[in-house]
C-alpha cells in the first residue's frame, strides 16, 4: 500500500466585523468600551500601567505575587467574605500580568454588571495584604517555580533573554521572575508595588450591550479613590543586534534531549511592520505547516515540533525559535534551523507559502474575536499600544493585503540569523565537541 499526502489549498478567509470602539473619560480614568447588542454576557477589565516592566530590577514576581494576593480579602472583608461575594454573583477575579501591563476582570450576566466592577474596585484599591498572608503567598508561588525550573526550558529561556536583553535590566530577566528572586521578595515589596501603580486610575475596558449598561457609573466605581498623574511610558528600547553569532551552552547532565533556543532582538508591538513581519514569522515557523517544522521534523525526523516567531511588547520585540531534539541531533537539528532562518531572510517567501500563512491568520480572526472576553482581550490591545479604535476592524484587510514582496522585504529586514544567540540547554559532555564543530559561533559555558 502507498500513502501518498498532499496538504490542502487555503481557504477563504470569512469575513468578521471588529464592534464600534466608545472611548471616554471618567472620574479621571478612561472608559474604553465596545457595543455587543443582544450579548447577555459583559466583560470589565481594569488596565494598569503595572505590569513586569515596573518591576525594581531585583524584586522580579512582584507583579505575580500581588496578583495571588488580591483574592486574599480587603479593607473591608477577609477573604471569606469577599469570596463569597464574588461567587454570589456567578463570577470570579481573573488577574493577568505581562511586560506593559497588569490586568484584573470580571465576566457576569449584563445586569450584575455594576456590582461586579465594585467588587474588583474593591480588590485592586483596598487590598487587605496582611504580611502573612503575602508571605504565604509568595512561599506558594516559588515553589510553583521551583517546580517548573526543575524541567528544560525555564533557564534555557533565561539565559536567552539576559544575552539579548542584559540581566542587568529588568527586561533582561524572566517576566515572572525566577525561584530565588521571588523567594526574596517580602511583604514591604508588595505593600509598596501597590501603593506606588494601584492607586492610579488606568483604563476600564467594558465589551458587552451598551444599551444596557451606564459606562459613566462603571468607571466612577473603578475609579474611586484613585489619583495621581500621568507616568511616562517610556518609547521603544532599541536593542542592538549582535556582531556575530554565540552558542551558550547550558548543562543538564544525564538529559536525553536538547533544549534549543535562538534569538534576537526585533521591533515593538506598534512597528508599523507587524503585519509584513508576523506573515513571514508564520511561514517560517509560527504555524504547523512552516519551513522550520516540515524540515526538522516532517523530514529530518529530529524533533516533535519547532516553533518560531516575532513576539512584542510595547518597547521592544525578539524573533525566536523554540524546540527539544535528541541528545544526537543536537548539532545537526541547529545547523538545520540557522540554515532555513537564513534561506528565509536571503529568498524571502514564496505566493504558495504566503497564501496560506494568509488565509490562517485572517481566518482566525472571525474565530478568536466572537466572546466578550476576546473583545476585552483586543480593546487591551489597542490601549497598551496606542493603536487606532479601528484597528481591529482593518487587520483582515491588511493580512489578506500583504503581497510577497512586502513579506520578503519584512525578513530581509527584521530576521538577522547572522546575530542569532543560540542557546542549547543538554548533556554538556555529549554535545559540547559537536556544537564547535558546527562552527556557527563561539560556543560558551552558562554558569
Same mark, same amino acid.
Given at each position: 500500500? /502507498?500513502?501518498i499526502a498532499a496538504r490542502p489549498g487555503a481557504g477563504a478567509a470569512r469575513p468578521y466585523r471588529f464592534p464600534t470602539v466608545v472611548r471616554r473619560d471618567v472620574a479621571g480614568g478612561r472608559v474604553?468600551?465596545?457595543?455587543?447588542?443582544g450579548q447577555n454576557l459583559a466583560v470589565a477589565v481594569l488596565l494598569l500601567d503595572a505590569g513586569a516592566g515596573r518591576e525594581p530590577v531585583g524584586k522580579e514576581g512582584l507583579a505575580g505575587v500581588l496578583a495571588k494576593a488580591?483574592?486574599?480579602? /480587603?479593607?473591608q472583608r477577609d477573604a471569606t467574605a469577599f469570596a463569597l461575594a464574588v461567587e454570589g454573583l456567578g463570577t470570579e477575579l481573573v488577574t493577568g500580568v505581562d511586560w506593559d501591563?497588569?490586568?484584573v476582570s470580571v465576566q457576569v450576566p449584563v445586569d450584575r454588571l455594576s456590582a461586579a466592577v465594585e467588587l474588583l474596585a474593591e480588590a485592586v484599591r483596598t487590598p487587605r495584604l496582611d504580611p502573612d498572608d503575602v508571605r504565604r503567598v509568595r512561599d506558594d508561588e516559588a515553589t510553583a517555580l521551583r517546580m517548573d525550573w526543575a524541567n528544560p526550558g525555564p533557564r534555557a529561556d533565561a539565559v536567552l533573554r539576559a544575552d539579548l536583553f542584559g540581566a542587568d535590566n529588568r527586561w533582561g530577566r524572566p517576566m515572572y521572575g525566577d525561584p530565588e528572586s521571588v523567594a526574596a521578595l517580602d511583604a514591604e515589596d508588595v505593600t509598596v508595588f501597590h501603593?506606588?501603580?494601584f492607586i492610579r486610575p488606568g483604563t476600564l475596558i467594558v465589551a458587552g450591550d451598551l444599551d444596557r449598561l451606564d459606562l459613566d457609573a462603571l468607571g466612577a466605581a473603578a475609579f474611586a479613590g484613585t489619583g495621581g498623574g500621568p507616568v511616562d511610558r517610556g518609547g521603544p528600547i532599541e536593542v542592538p543586534a549582535r556582531a556575530g553569532r554565540r552558542i551558550i551552552l547550558v548543562d543538564r547532565p544525564g538529559s536525553v534531549q536538547s533544549t534549543l533556543r535562538l534569538g534576537h532582538p526585533s521591533p515593538h508591538r506598534a512597528h508599523p511592520d507587524h503585519v509584513p513581519m508576523t506573515l513571514a514569522g508564520t511561514v517560517l515557523g509560527g504555524a504547523f505547516t512552516s519551513r522550520l517544522n516540515h524540515l526538522i521534523r516532517e523530514v529530518r525526523g529530529y524533533t516533535y515540533g519547532i516553533r518560531g516567531d516575532f513576539a512584542s511588547s510595547r518597547r521592544f520585540g525578539r524573533f525566536a525559535v523554540a524546540s527539544g531534539v535528541q541528545t544526537a541531533v543536537t548539532a545537526p537539528a541547529l545547523v538545520e534551523a540557522v540554515g532555513e532562518i537564513t534561506r528565509t531572510q536571503l529568498t524571502g517567501v514564496t505566493e504558495d507559502?504566503?497564501?496560506v500563512a494568509r488565509s490562517w491568520r485572517a481566518g482566525q480572526l472571525s474565530v478568536e474575536l466572537q466572546s466578550p472576553r476576546a473583545i476585552a482581550s483586543a480593546l487591551t490591545t489597542l490601549v497598551v499600544h496606542d493603536l487606532p479604535d479601528d484597528y481591529h476592524a482593518r487587520l483582515r484587510e491588511s493580512?489578506?493585503?500583504a503581497d510577497v514582496a512586502q513579506v520578503s522585504a519584512a525578513a530581509a529586514t527584521h530576521l538577522r540569523p547572522e546575530a542569532l544567540t543560540l542557546v542549547v540547554e543538554g548533556d554538556s559532555a555529549l554535545i559540547r565537541d559537536d556544537l564547535v564543530a558546527t562552527g556557527l559561533g563561539e560556543v560558551t559555558d552558562h554558569v
Open positions: 500500500m /502507498t500513502l474604553v468600551a465596545a457595543h455587543l447588542p488580591l483574592e486574599e480579602g /480587603t479593607a501591563s497588569f490586568q501603593s506606588e501603580w507559502e504566503l497564501a493580512l489578506l493585503a
